[in-house]
């Protein structure tokens, strides 16, 4: 779904303190600086649900979200600003993943989430997937070695793919169901696109990959 351009969004963020404008320069010291040993990134937050209630569930980690829209982004930041509770161990990055590996040291991150993410169906876009292998090279960098990628999605297709993206990698299948929400995962915050498909009864894929057994 396209969202229309908001006009402020752009001043906004700028603003806010929480959206790091030069990711790159924090490379290598993102856990000293949101005081956290275990880092959790979120590509594609839409409009913040999961990054904001995630942090307030896991405090004692570091939460960053990443988005690319900025008009959806400053809906996420908004969401952060309106909260309550603990934030210094959050930040977000309004910016493309397509480059993540220069955001972060080798081995620094420790779970990347990768929520109802765009599905591309066209053959040609299948390089803008968050699951193509170009990413996964730059995730393998950028997670520690018992690190872990955890993939939500409602598309069968996007699904697949990215199962056999992950395994053409050489990565480990840690986890996987194709009903996740059939059972309660309180540990686990439903986002805004996983809302719509639980009301119209589509199951919920879900997939954790590790680079090791
Ligand atoms: N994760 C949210 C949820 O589950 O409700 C939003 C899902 S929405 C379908 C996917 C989001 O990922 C969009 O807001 C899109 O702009 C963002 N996105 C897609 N590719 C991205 C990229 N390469 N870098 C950063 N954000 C991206």
Known sequence: MRMRKLPWAEDFLNEQEVVVKEPAQYKGTWKE???????HVEIGTGKGDYWTKMSQCYPDFGWIGVE?????????????VNMEGKKEHMRFIQDDAEEIAQWFAHGEVDVIHLNFSDPWPKKRAHKKRLSNHKFIAQYADILSDDGEIQMKTDNSSLFEYSIMEFQNEGWYLHDFSVDYRRVEHD???????????????????????????
Do not use: G
Request: charged residues 30%; positive net charge.
């Open 68 to 80: 690319k829209n900025s008009s959806v982004a400053a809906l996420a930041v908004r969401k952060f």
């Open 33 to 39: 600086m949101l005081d956290c040993t275990c880092l």
């Open 187 to 213: 540990e686990d915050v439903i986002t805004e696109y996983e809302n719509r498909f639980m009301e119209r009864n589509q199951p919920i894929y879900r997939a954790v990959w590790k680079k090791h057994p």
